[in-house]
C-alpha cells in the first residue's frame, strides 16, 4: 500500500472521506520567470558582493560567480525538464518519491520544507535590522510581527496574489539593477562622475585575483548561497497555467538574465572601487551606507543614495519572506499528499490556498523568530546552521532525480519527444552540477580549517547532513521503502 493510500485510510477511519482538491493553476509566465529572479537577488548581490571582491579581487569574484552560475544553470535544466512533464506542487519531493525511494522523497521534501520555514524566520530579523536605518527607536519585535502579518497575508490570498507581489518585488530589484549597470558603466566611461577609472582597479596589488585560488574558492561558497532561490519555479510548476509552454520558457530566460545582472554588477563594482577599499569587506545589512550599490550611486550623484538601497534592501527581504512562506507551504502540503505529513494539511481554502499548510509553517516560523529574541540568540543560530546546507542538499537531490528520471524513461521505452522540454547536455550537466554541489558542500570546513578554528566550529556547518540521512534513512527503517525501480517508476502525468 502506498503513503497516499495509508493517508486516505486513516482519512475514511476518521470518518473524514473528503473529495480530491486541486491548487489553481493561475501562475502566468512572467510570474514564473519573477519568482526565479527574485529568489535569486537580493542581498547577497547587494550587500555581499563587496565582501566576495575584496576577498578573492575582481577577477577572482568573476570567476567564482560565473562557475557557481553555469552550476546552477544546469541545475535548472534538469528541474525544468521535470516540472514541464510533472508540474506539480512538491516538485522535486515528487520526484524523489516517484525516481529514486520514497524514503529520499520524505527526506528532500521536509528537508526543503524545514529551510524555508526557518528562512522566514531570518527575513523577520532581517527586515527589523533594515527598519532601524529609518526608525532605530521603534522596537523590531513591532516590524517583525507587521512583516509576518504581511507575508501571511499575500500568500492567504491567493496563488495569483503571491505572484503579482513577487512579480512586483522582483520589478522593482530588477530595475534597480538595470539602474546601477547602466549608470556604472556610464563612470566607467568616464562620462559620469569624473574620469575613467581605466583598468586601474583590475592591475593594482593582487587585482584581478587576490589570494588565488584560495580566495576563488571561498567566494564560491558565498556565491552558492547567493544564487539560492532560483529552485522557487520548481514548487510553482504546480500552480502554473499551461506548465508545459511557460516553465521551458521561463527557465530559458532565468539563466541569462540573473548570469547578466551578478556578472554585470561585480564587474562594474570592479571597475569602479578597488578591491582594498575597506567599505566592501564591511558592508552588511546593518551598515547600508558601505553597500558597493550605495557607494557607486552616490559618486553617480544620486540623492539619498542609502535611502535608495535600503528600500531595495527591504523589498528583497520581504520578496525572500512571502516565496519562502509559499514554497514551504506547497512543499508542506505535497507532503501531506503524499502521506509524508497529516492529511489536514491538504485542505484547500475557498480561493484554493492550502490553508492549514500555511498557518503550520507560519507556526513554525514565528517559533524560530522567537528563539531569536530569546537569550543570547544561541538556538536561533541553531536552526540557522541546520538550514544552512539545506538548498545544496536540494540542488544535489534534483540532479540525482533528474538522472533517475531519465533512467526510468529509458527503461520504458519512453522518447524523449515527449519531453515538452529537454535539458542540454545531460548525462553530462546533471553530473557536473551533481559533483560541483557536493564539493561546495564538502568546502564548508574550508574556511574554519584555514582559520584555525576548533574541531566543534569546523564540524558545525555540517550538522544538516546528519538530520537528512536521518530522515532519510529512519523513513526506510520504519516503512522498509526499496528503490524505484526505473521499470517500475510512476511516469504518469497529472
Given at each position: 500500500m502506498t503513503d497516499s493510500q495509508l493517508a486516505g485510510a486513516a482519512a475514511e477511519s476518521d470518518g473524514e472521506q473528503e473529495e480530491p482538491q486541486e491548487l489553481s493553476r493561475s501562475l502566468l509566465s512572467r510570474h514564473l520567470t519573477m519568482i526565479s529572479i527574485g529568489g535569486a537577488i537580493g542581498t547577497g548581490l547587494f550587500v555581499a558582493s563587496g565582501a566576495t571582491i575584496s576577498q578573492a579581487g575582481p577577477g577572482g569574484a568573476l570567476v567564482a560567480y560565473a562557475a557557481v552560475g553555469i552550476m546552477v544553470w544546469l541545475i535548472m535544466q534538469s528541474l525544468g525538464e521535470m516540472a514541464a512533464y510533472l508540474p506539480?506542487?512538491?516538485?522535486?519531493?515528487?520526484?524523489?518519491?516517484?525516481?529514486?525511494?520514497?524514503?529520499?522523497?520524505?527526506?528532500?521534501?521536509?528537508?526543503?520544507?524545514?529551510?524555508?520555514?526557518?528562512?522566514?524566520?531570518?527575513?523577520?530579523?532581517?527586515?527589523?535590522?533594515?527598519?532601524?536605518?529609518?526608525?532605530?527607536?521603534?522596537?523590531?519585535?513591532?516590524?517583525?510581527?507587521?512583516?509576518?502579518?504581511?507575508?501571511?497575508?499575500?500568500?492567504?490570498?491567493?496563488?495569483?496574489?503571491?505572484?503579482?507581489?513577487?512579480?512586483?518585488?522582483?520589478?522593482?530589484?530588477?530595475?534597480?539593477?538595470?539602474?546601477?549597470?547602466?549608470?556604472?558603466?556610464?563612470?566607467?566611461?568616464?562620462?559620469?562622475?569624473?574620469?575613467?577609472?581605466?583598468?586601474?582597479?583590475?592591475?593594482?596589488?593582487?587585482?584581478?585575483?587576490?589570494?588565488?585560488?584560495?580566495?576563488?574558492?571561498?567566494?564560491?561558497?558565498?556565491?552558492?548561497?547567493?544564487?539560492?532561490?532560483?529552485?522557487?519555479?520548481?514548487t510553482a510548476a504546480g500552480e502554473a497555467e499551461n506548465p508545459e509552454r511557460t516553465i521551458p520558457r521561463a527557465i530559458r530566460t532565468i539563466f541569462w538574465r540573473i548570469l547578466l545582472f551578478y556578472i554585470g554588477a561585480i564587474a562594474v563594482i570592479g571597475f569602479l572601487i578597488p578591491y582594498t577599499d575597506p567599505n566592501l569587506l564591511n558592508s552588511s545589512e546593518s551598515n547600508i551606507s558601505v553597500s558597493p550599490f550605495t557607494l557607486v550611486f552616490e559618486r553617480a550623484g544620486v540623492l539619498g543614495a542609502a535611502s535608495v538601497i535600503n528600500a531595495i534592501i527591504l523589498t528583497s527581504v520581504l520578496s525572500a519572506g512571502t516565496s519562502g512562506l509559499y514554497s514551504s507551504t506547497r512543499m508542506l502540503f505535497a507532503l501531506a499528499e503524499r502521506g509524508h505529513a497529516p492529511r489536514f494539511l491538504t485542505r484547500l481554502s475557498s480561493h484554493q490556498v492550502p490553508m492549514n499548510a500555511l498557518v503550520a509553517t507560519t507556526l513554525v516560523g514565528l517559533a524560530g523568530f522567537i528563539t531569536s529574541l530569546i537569550g543570547d540568540g544561541a538556538a536561533y543560530e541553531f536552526l540557522l546552521t541546520l538550514s544552512a546546507l539545506a538548498g545544496f542538499i536540494t540542488w544535489a537531490g534534483i540532479s540525482w532525480c533528474h538522472w533517475r528520471f531519465r533512467m526510468a524513461l529509458e527503461a520504458q521505452g519512453r522518447p524523449l519527444t515527449d519531453l515538452p522540454y529537454r535539458a542540454r547536455f545531460f548525462p553530462a550537466g546533471a553530473i557536473v552540477a551533481l559533483l560541483a554541489c557536493i564539493a561546495i558542500i564538502i568546502g564548508q570546513a574550508y574556511g574554519p580549517i584555514t582559520s584555525g578554528d576548533s574541531l566543534g566550529k569546523i564540524l558545525m556547518p555540517y550538522i544538516g547532513i546528519p538530520v537528512f540521512l536521518a530522515l532519510w534513512w529512519g523513513h526506510k527503517l520504519v516503512t522498509h521503502a526499496p528503490t524505484v525501480d526505473p521499470a517500475q517508476a510512476d511516469l504518469g502525468r497529472e
Open positions: 506539480v506542487a512538491g516538485s522535486f519531493g515528487e520526484y524523489g518519491t516517484r525516481f529514486v525511494s520514497r524514503s529520499f522523497g520524505f527526506a528532500i521534501g521536509w528537508n526543503y520544507w524545514f529551510n524555508w520555514a526557518i528562512t522566514v524566520a531570518a527575513e523577520l530579523v532581517a527586515a527589523a535590522l533594515v527598519m532601524k536605518y529609518w526608525l532605530p527607536d521603534v522596537p523590531s519585535l513591532v516590524w517583525s510581527a507587521l512583516f509576518l502579518i504581511i507575508l501571511f497575508a499575500i500568500n492567504a490570498l491567493s496563488a495569483r496574489a503571491y505572484g503579482e507581489s513577487e512579480f512586483l518585488f522582483a520589478s522593482i530589484k530588477v530595475v534597480a539593477v538595470v539602474v546601477f549597470l547602466i549608470l556604472g558603466t556610464a563612470m566607467i566611461a568616464g562620462i559620469l562622475g569624473g574620469p575613467s577609472p581605466g583598468m586601474t582597479n583590475w592591475t593594482m596589488g593582487e587585482a584581478p585575483f587576490v589570494g588565488g585560488g584560495e580566495g576563488i574558492l571561498l567566494v564560491l561558497l558565498v556565491a552558492g548561497y547567493s544564487f539560492q532561490g532560483t529552485e522557487l519555479i520548481g
